[in-house]
């Protein structure tokens, strides 16, 4: 087939030396087949922003880091030099998160190289070599799908030991392979300490795949393995291993409101006293009377 625009600096570098047919097109980049000296793989070529359906959302851009300020303020203002920078950060989000999640035992695609805006990677196969399908395009029997239900919530709990929740997962980016589900499309993934739609987008990737695999086997439809996992992520007590029921109870107890509005009001005392103590060392006790609450007068 004709190469792709995209695709042609890196065949002139030597990392491609042919493509061989197109794998598929998505709301963010389209993919192909391609050789690689005797490997087969795969190069995910990312659409330009105004040409992608999904938007890069102030949600999950929360928390992620730029390299200088000048590009941080470039990027706020939208100009066209801070739209590039946004676009590559986006871009390289993906790079970034895929190699922390190899390393730390997520099962996605292996990444090679990344040049120009496009991803070359490992081609994710089927049993008899044919590119693997995602978990939309399958059928599984209910005990399948609660065996891959329960590979992906490790897989999310392994994300999450890294520091990191996929934003986006649902049953389009999860490919089935003869060893079990791969996890792909990471561009949107965020810091799970930096953001604060962490959880939300935890909760919505642990909801999305307990409604997929619910199909099969219904009750994995009420499991609640977000909140638990996310619970034991805030005390620091979260390992790759640690043990999950999927059972989760919500906090039950009043908040003890008297309780707060006491520390409110000590709290209020507190500085009113450190603004009496400043305007008399500053003015005279003269002047601080001006100042002083009259209940600290």
Not at 17 to 30: F, I, T
Request: proline share 5%; charged share 30%; net charge negative.
């Amino acid at each position: 087939m004709k190469t792709p625009k995209r695709i042609e600096p890196l065949i002139e570098d030597g990392l491609v030396d042919e493509v061989l047919r197109p794998l598929m097109s998505g709301k963010e980049a389209a993919v192909y087949v391609v050789r690689c000296g005797s490997e087969v793989r795969c190069a995910k070529v990312y659409k330009e922003a105004n040409k992608r359906s999904f938007r890069q959302a102030a949600e999950y851009q929360e928390g992620r880091k730029v390299r200088n300020s000048r590009q941080a303020r470039a990027m706020a203002k939208g100009s066209k030099y801070g739209r590039k920078e946004a676009e590559d950060a986006w871009q390289n989000a993906e790079v970034a998160a895929l190699f922390r999640l190899a390393a730390a035992g997520v099962r996605v695609p292996k990444p090679y190289d990344f040049q120009d805006g496009v991803l070359l990677m490992e081609l994710v196969t089927d049993a008899d070599g044919d590119a693997a399908p995602r978990l939309n395009d399958v059928h599984l029997e209910a005990e399948d799908a609660r065996a891959f239900h329960a590979f992906v919530i490790r897989q999310i709990v392994l994300m999450l030991c890294a520091g990191m929740v996929h934003g986006d997962l649902s049953e389009f980016n999860v490919l089935l392979g003869p060893d079990g589900p791969v996890i792909i499309d990471l561009p949107q993934a965020v810091d799970a300490a930096a953001n604060n739609h962490a959880f939300s987008m935890l909760q919505r990737d642990v909801d999305n795949m307990a409604h997929y695999f619910g199909r099969f086997a219904p009750e994995l439809k009420s499991t609640r393995y977000a909140q638990e996992m996310w619970a034991l992520y805030e005390a620091g007590e979260l390992l790759p291993d640690s043990p999950l029921t999927g059972v989760f109870e919500d906090d039950e107890h009043e908040a003890d409101v008297t309780g707060v509005m006491r520390e409110i009001d000590a709290a209020r005392m507190d500085d009113a006293r450190r603004r009496a103590a400043r305007a008399e060392a500053e003015h005279g006790p003269a002047k601080a009377e001006e100042v002083t609450p009259p209940w600290l007068q």
